[in-house]
Each structure stands twice: as C-alpha cells, then as structure tokens.
C-alpha cells in the first residue's frame, strides 16, 4: 500500500496561498516537506518532529507553516505569501532512523 499521499497543489498566482496535505498510513514519526524545482537539487523545506518541534527553511520562514493532526494521521504544509521561486514538486517525508517513506509529490506552480 502506498504509506504516504500528498494531496493540495495547483497554480497559483503570486502572492496566494496554498495548503498542502500528507496523509500517512502508519505511524507519523519525523515529517518532512521537500521540494525540488527543474534543474535543481532537492531542498528540505519543513520539519516538524515527533516531539512537535518545528524548522524551516530559511527561503521560507514567515510564510510556511508546518503542522500535524493526529487524529486524522494527516500532515500540513500551509503556504503563504508564494512566490514564483516557490514553483516546484513538493514531497513529503516520513523518518526516523532506517526508516524512510517518501510520498510521490504534488506539483506546485507560482505564476508571476
């Protein structure tokens, strides 16, 4: 079964906001927002651990928030303020030690 389903992506103009959504099948340990644009290297986003800490990337802060519901098992990626530099497949991440699920991405795109 597929353990984790990013749903929330779409075209957006600059300056909107868009909500991402993970939902996990299984046990939510450390989530993980990537995303990865055309031509470039993959960048870790958002983190927020099993203990409710939370990190950002510094290209995001102020404008992404990470959060969890536990009880629908469902991961959140609230995006504000887009900007074109935003556009790009974003993937969520499950971890903790060896174990490490990935999702298949939803794709973001930011017009200008």
């Known amino acids: 079964q597929v353990q984790l389903v990013e749903s929330g992506g779409g075209l957006v103009q600059a300056g909107g906001s868009l909500r991402l959504s993970c939902t996990v099948s299984g046990s939510i340990f450390n989530i993980n927002w990537y995303r990865q644009a055309p031509g470039k290297q993959r960048e870790l986003v958002a983190t927020?651990?099993?203990?409710?800490?939370?990190n950002y990337a510094g290209s995001v802060k102020g404008r992404f928030t990470i959060s969890r519901d536990n009880a629908k098992n469902t991961v959140y990626l609230q995006m504000n303020s887009l900007k074109p530099e935003d556009t790009a497949v974003y993937y969520c991440?499950?971890?903790?030690?060896?174990?490490?699920?990935w999702g298949q991405g939803t794709q973001v795109t930011v017009s200008s």
């Open positions: 927020i651990t099993s203990g409710g800490s939370r």
């Open positions: 991440n499950n971890r903790f030690g060896l174990y490490d699920v």
